[in-house]
């Protein structure tokens, strides 16, 4: 009887996780979004850096320092514009 | 043979992106409601050139086109120039307080879901569709830039000629 009980128990909390997992891939953003829905990334907070001036200036110190320009990131703050 | 599904999908999802709004094809219709309450489409606006522009509160070269576009509103919309901007914001008060910021005199149409952008296939914030009195899309434009606007113009003075 409790044998049954416990096979009955788990092969629900089995159903549960894949259930679970389902979510969660579900949940992954497997596609990248459409540049009408990049309201949230463009938001400041999103940056990487909390000052772009800060970051222009501490770039060229680099680049002066290092004689090689580029491959810092990538243009614009992801807002898909242009 | 278990691939079918898939290889559907696929072919269905490529013809659905091939239906996108390019030059010569018929401009995907769309009925979205304005600020006021009423209901901007398409069809209503056939014999008259429309530029539909794609923005949001969030695109800063949205924000310099939008005194662009009312001059050309004013000039030209006694000729028959109708422009219609699509907003894309998700929240109606980002895209509320863009518009106290910079006012717009000409139709103004929210779509929070994106349906629209999607059948116009927009590749960039703002995207700006050349519609011409047939319906058709006679020019696309990707992004907002100062050294477009005298062609663009140029572009909306032909299709006006047209008759």
Known sequence: ?82 | MRFVPVLLVAALAFAATTQAATPGAAAPAFALPTAGGETVSLAPLRGRVVYVDFWASWCAPCRRSFPWMNALQARYGKDGLAIVGINVDKRREDAERFLRDTPASFTIAYDANGATPAAYDVKGMPSSYLIDRKGNVAAVEEGFHDERRDDVEAQIRALLAQR
């Open chain 1, 1 to 82: 009887m409790s044998k049954r009980r416990s096979a009955r128990c788990s092969r629900s909390a089995r159903g549960l996780a894949a259930a679970c997992a389902a979510v969660a891939l579900a949940g992954c953003a497997l596609a990248p979004p459409k540049p009408w829905e990049k309201g949230d990334l463009a938001r400041a907070s999103m940056r990487f850096d909390t000052d772009p001036l800060q970051t222009k200036l501490t770039q060229h110190i680099y680049q002066s320092k290092e004689g090689a320009a580029g491959g810092d990131t990538v243009g614009g703050g992801g807002c898909g514009c242009n």
